[in-house]
């Protein structure tokens, strides 16, 4: 794993996923002509300082570990956390737009059994939960005003 962590420096060598993603991190959080720090930094959302400085990458490797596909982008699990370990993960898309600041998600109670079932038929199709019932509320209207034209 330590080519991976030197990978991004010296001249002609190409930049990682996961040493962008720290950066980007970085940027977000310091840099305060970074058009999203006012989303991270100006709220307090930090960097750890194990991924800082030299040997800062190789740490933060070790401990999210390489980035599993190519749709997997990095992720706070606690949105108001730091960037740190324990925090951070490569997330799915439905993962990363479950874990927002600004979701509204509508209160919906299912019987235990069918919470189930609906997480895993989102899953199954790569949607998530918010994805799944917008759709099947989609077909439900499309079918109830398809019925009441062919009954006018």
């Known amino acids: 794993m330590t080519p991976r962590?030197?990978?991004?420096?010296?001249s002609g060598r190409r930049k990682t996923?996961?040493?962008?993603?720290?950066?980007?991190?970085?940027?977000?959080?310091f840099n305060q002509k970074n058009p999203k720090?006012?989303?991270?930094?100006?709220?307090?959302?930090?960097?750890?300082?194990?991924?800082?400085g030299r040997g800062g990458f190789a740490n933060f490797l070790a401990d999210v570990?390489?980035?599993?596909?190519?749709?997997?982008?990095l992720d706070r699990k606690e949105v108001n956390g730091n960037y740190e370990p324990g925090n951070v993960?490569?997330?799915?898309?439905?993962?990363?737009?479950?874990?927002k600041r600004n979701n509204r998600f509508p209160t919906v109670r299912l019987e235990p059994e069918l919470q189930g079932l609906v997480k895993a038929a989102a899953a199954?199709?790569?949607?998530?939960v918010r994805q799944?019932?917008?759709?099947?509320?989609?077909?439900t209207i499309a079918a109830v005003a398809y019925g009441a034209s062919r009954a006018a």
């Open 124 to 128: 199954s199709q790569g949607l998530t």
């Open 37 to 52: 720090h006012k989303d991270y930094g100006a709220r307090g959302v930090t960097v750890c300082a194990r991924w800082l």
């Open 89 to 99: 993960r490569w997330a799915t898309p439905g993962q990363q737009s479950d874990n």
């Open 5 to 10: 962590a030197t990978v991004g420096t010296g």
């Open 65 to 73: 570990g390489p980035r599993p596909g190519p749709t997997y982008s």
């Open 132 to 139: 799944l019932v917008n759709d099947a509320l989609r077909c």
């Open 17 to 29: 996923v996961e040493y962008t993603a720290l950066h980007a991190a970085k940027q977000r959080c």
